[in-house]
């Protein structure tokens, strides 16, 4: 690959969670309904007469993304109709944007790389073909037509599959943390189609000398993206490494082939033939009046849209690296869920004010938090990402759904600090809040968790093992620190480990030298 630069742009489609369609007032099920046809109505299925109606909540929530997106947000917008046909299709024509979006101008960064955002639109999604196995005939689905679907277009300012998917996963998080949508990719609400093409390598960029494009469909996980284009990327080298020319097409991904196939040739925008949508007001998106009539427009206030945009993720992922001492990989998988974030950060202000009543805690809130912050953040993420994590996953559930709160999470998180339960009984105590949503301290009394840590309740033991197990005491006398821990796993077991495994090793390393 020395002789060629992938040049690579994104185009992401993503639907919206809004209670009601794009321009009806079925309910918005994002396709994803038990029955086919069951949320439709004359407006999705095009019938004479019937005329769309503009939901503008998912007008704000594309201004939202642009806003996030640091986008420049016009002063009109419009509808226009994007003519095709395709049975899934039922107008013959899918209301989309074209030449006046809502949004244009953002950027994303990943890394040290800005991807520039070419345009954030809105439009209505299409039906779903169904086919059925072994049948000569397809059937339509219509519960997904008329969802509101947002499209994001890139400048080709990717130069590989990683940053590519590098970008899909920011873009999720992004629209998450905002609130716009869940952005399941499994779930096929956010859909990732690559345009690619290869530049000779040494070439500027500005010349635009970026070869034929070809773009690559069915994209539905983040490692379908990375694994499409690198395969595609290698399909265009050996092509042109044998001197044959690549053709302008639209190519599948066979996720179980691992490759790319061709579909089709490449429309233009002209074969569209895009129109301004008659039946829908344009969009005036600025505080000044319109020109003219006022009312032959729909008016958004975008400065009331911009107060409501929450911390955003990249500045959220800093921020938990600076205030709790994580790394970026902890901080990133704790923001990936707005639920878990607002759920990590209650954790954290809870184990602050547990540690601050001990008496064996020394100090303020704030010298606590100066002193052992790096502890208190790697003890946090440890017990949410992995402990928790697999709970939720087990059970299939998400953050939304725990019965522990961030009090008895943090009370939990205390009890570990102090070392008063083993790492094996402090599994066992979390499941069991996570299945009940009972206190800590009531599950270790009705469990009989509590760690056994005083020297007269263990001196018995350890004298009872090292009679019994004369041979390792002699080998740890004579050097042999292996032999320490077969006999500290033997009082383990001989108190059904609840004893203290330091405290067994000091024991043990006392009477063993007398």
């Not at 990683?162 to 609130?179: P, V």
Request: charge should be negative; aromatic fraction near 6%.
């Amino acid at each position: 690959m020395t002789k060629y630069t992938p040049i690579i742009g994104m185009e992401v489609h993503c639907e919206l969670k809004t209670n009601s369609k794009m321009f009806c007032s079925c309910p918005n099920g994002l396709g994803l309904e038990a029955e086919p046809n069951i949320h439709i109505c004359p407006v999705c299925l095009a019938h004479p007469g019937a005329l769309p109606t503009m939901n503008l909540e998912a007008v704000k929530m594309v201004i939202k993304v642009g806003l996030a997106l640091g986008a420049d947000i016009p002063t009109i917008s419009k509808f226009d109709r994007k003519n095709y046909f395709y049975p899934d299709l039922s107008k013959g024509y899918q209301i989309s944007q074209y030449d006046q979006p809502l949004t244009k101008n953002g950027k994303l960064t990943i890394g040290d790389k800005v991807v520039r955002i070419t345009r954030v639109h809105l439009e209505e999604d299409t039906g779903k073909l169904i086919h059925p196995d072994g049948a000569s005939y397809s059937l339509v689905d219509f519960n997904r037509a008329g969802v509101p679907l947002m499209e994001l277009v890139t400048e080709p300012d990717i130069t590989s599959a990683a940053e590519a998917k590098k970008f899909c996963q920011e873009l999720q998080l992004l629209l998450r943390a905002i609130g716009v949508s869940d952005a399941d990719m499994e779930k096929g609400q956010m859909r990732c189609e690559a345009n690619i093409s290869l530049m000779p390598a040494g070439l500027e960029r500005v010349a635009k000398n970026f070869g034929t494009k070809v773009e690559v469909k069915n994209l539905n996980s983040f490692k379908a993206v990375e694994r499409a284009i690198e395969y595609e990327i290698k399909r265009q080298d050996d092509l042109l490494a044998t001197g044959e020319k690549i053709i302008q097409e639209t190519r599948g991904w066979d996720e179980n082939k691992n490759q790319t196939y061709s579909q089709r040739t490449k429309e233009s925008a002209h074969d569209y033939r895009y129109f301004p949508e008659p039946d829908l007001a344009p969009l005036w998106l600025s505080t000044e009046p319109p020109p003219g009539d006022s009312a032959h427009y729909i008016k958004i206030d975008v400065e009331e849209i911009r107060r409501t945009l929450p911390e955003l993720p990249q500045a959220k992922r800093q921020r938990f690296q600076t205030e709790y001492a994580l790394n970026t990989e902890a901080a990133t998988l704790l923001i990936s869920d707005p639920a878990i974030a607002d759920y990590t950060e209650k954790v954290f202000s809870e184990l602050i004010a547990w540690l601050s009543a001990l008496e064996s805690v020394e100090g303020t809130a704030e010298e606590i938090i100066e002193r052992e912050r790096a502890k208190l953040g790697k003890l946090v993420a440890g017990w949410i990402t992995t402990e928790l994590f697999k709970l939720l996953n087990e059970a299939g559930q998400t953050a939304r759904d725990l019965k522990i709160t961030p009090e008895n999470f943090a009370e939990f998180l205390t009890i570990v600090y102090q070392n008063k339960i083993n790492s094996s009984a402090a599994q066992i105590l979390l499941r069991e809040m996570f299945l009940t949503g009972k206190d800590p301290s009531a599950v270790l009394e009705e469990k009989d968790l509590k760690q056994i840590d005083d020297s007269a309740s263990l001196d018995a033991v350890v004298e009872r093992v090292i009679s019994l197990n004369p041979g390792p005491a002699n080998d740890y006398k004579k050097g042999k620190e292996n032999a320490l821990q077969y006999l500290v796993g033997q009082a383990m077991k001989e108190t059904k480990g609840k004893a203290n495994p330091q405290k067994l090793q000091e024991l043990f390393r006392n009477q063993l030298k007398s």
